[in-house]
C-alpha cells in the first residue's frame, strides 16, 4: 500500500473529483444528455473500456448532503453509456448530480450542476440561463449556437431556425445566416438583442440564446496626458512633508 492513490482511497473510500466545471442549462421541456465528466476530464478511459475493465457507474442525484441513487425506471430519463438522458427537463430536476465509477479496490466520482428554467413570460428563452456575448460597433461578430453537439445526429444537416427576440427576422444582407451561426460583418447598434437558434431534434427542440451586447468602439488612441500641461516645464515642486507623509512623484514624458 504504497502507491499514493491507495492511500487516498483508505482515507477517504473515493476520489471525490468535487463538482465539475461545466454547468448545463435547459429549458423545461427540452432534452438533455447530462455526461458524466470521469470520462471527459478526470480519466483516459472511456465507458467502453471502463465496463471492459468490470468498472461500474452509479448515477446519485445530491440531495442536501446525502447522495440518493438515481433509479432509470419512468421513461423521462434512462441511463445510456456515460449519460443520463433526459427525455424532458423538468424543473424538478435542477440540482446537482453525481457519477460514481467503481469496483471493490477502486472508485472515483464527480458531480455535476444542471440548472432548469422556465422560458420568461411570453418569451422562448429564459434570461437567467442565456449566454451573454459583447461586440463592438463596426467589428465583426459570430454568434453561434452552442452547446448543441450531443443533438446533432451524424452525416445530417441539423434542421435549424433562427430568432431575434424570438420572432424570425428579416437579416440584413450582409448578415450570413446558416445552421450554426449568424455572422455579422460590420455590428450596428441595433443588433443588440436575444438570439436564439432553435434545433429539431426528433420531435422535440433544443433552443440556446445569446445576449449579444453591442458596444461604442474602444478608441485605440493612447490617453491624453493632462498633468503637466503641454509645453510647460516638468519640474514640480515638493516640499517634504513635515508629517513625514509619503510624497509620490510622477514625471510624465512627452514622446
Ligand atoms: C474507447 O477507447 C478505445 C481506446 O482508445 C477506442 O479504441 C474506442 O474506440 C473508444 N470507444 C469509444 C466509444 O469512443
Ligand atoms: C479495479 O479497477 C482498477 C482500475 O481499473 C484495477 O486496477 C483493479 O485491478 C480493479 N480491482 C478489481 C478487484 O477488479
Ligand atoms: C456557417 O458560417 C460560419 C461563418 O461564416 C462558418 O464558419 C461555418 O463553417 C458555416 N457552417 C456551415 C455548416 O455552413
Ligand atoms: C433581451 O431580453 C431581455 C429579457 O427578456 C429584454 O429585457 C431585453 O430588452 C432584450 N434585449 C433587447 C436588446 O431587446
Not at 445530491?62 to 441511463?79: M, Q, T, V, W
Amino acid at each position: 500500500m504504497t502507491d499514493p492513490e491507495a492511500l487516498l482511497l483508505l482515507v477517504d473510500g473515493c476520489i471525490d473529483w468535487s463538482v465539475d466545471l461545466k454547468q448545463y442549462h435547459v429549458l423545461a421541456g427540452e432534452p438533455l444528455r447530462l455526461k458524466c465528466a470521469l470520462f471527459y476530464s478526470y480519466i483516459r478511459t472511456n465507458y467502453t473500456m471502463a465496463t471492459n475493465a468490470k468498472l461500474r457507474l452509479i448515477w446519485y442525484k445530491n440531495k442536501g448532503d446525502a447522495e440518493e441513487p438515481i433509479i432509470f425506471s419512468g421513461h423521462r430519463l434512462s441511463k445510456e453509456d456515460d449519460s443520463i438522458w433526459f427525455r424532458s427537463a423538468e424543473m424538478e430536476d435542477n440540482g446537482f448530480y453525481t457519477c460514481v465509477l467503481r469496483n471493490s479496490t477502486y472508485c472515483m466520482k464527480v458531480s455535476m450542476s444542471m440548472t432548469v428554467d422556465q422560458s420568461d413570460e411570453g418569451k422562448c428563452f429564459s434570461s437567467k440561463i442565456r449566454h451573454v456575448e459583447k461586440a463592438e460597433i463596426t467589428h465583426n461578430k459570430m454568434i453561434i449556437c452552442p452547446d448543441i453537439g450531443d443533438y446533432l445526429a451524424p452525416y445530417k444537416q441539423p434542421q435549424m431556425t433562427w430568432y431575434k427576440e424570438c420572432e424570425r427576422v428579416e437579416w440584413r444582407s450582409s448578415i450570413i445566416v446558416n445552421t450554426t451561426h449568424v455572422w455579422i460583418p460590420e455590428v450596428e447598434e441595433g443588433d443588440g438583442g436575444n438570439y436564439t437558434c432553435e434545433l429539431q431534434y426528433g420531435s422535440r427542440h433544443v433552443r440556446r440564446t445569446t445576449l449579444l451586447k453591442v458596444t461604442a468602439l474602444q478608441t485605440s488612441q493612447p490617453p491624453k496626458v493632462l498633468f503637466p500641461p503641454e509645453r510647460q516645464d516638468t519640474s514640480i515642486e515638493i516640499t517634504p512633508g513635515k508629517d513625514q507623509q509619503l510624497h509620490l512623484f510622477i514625471l510624465w514624458l512627452k514622446r
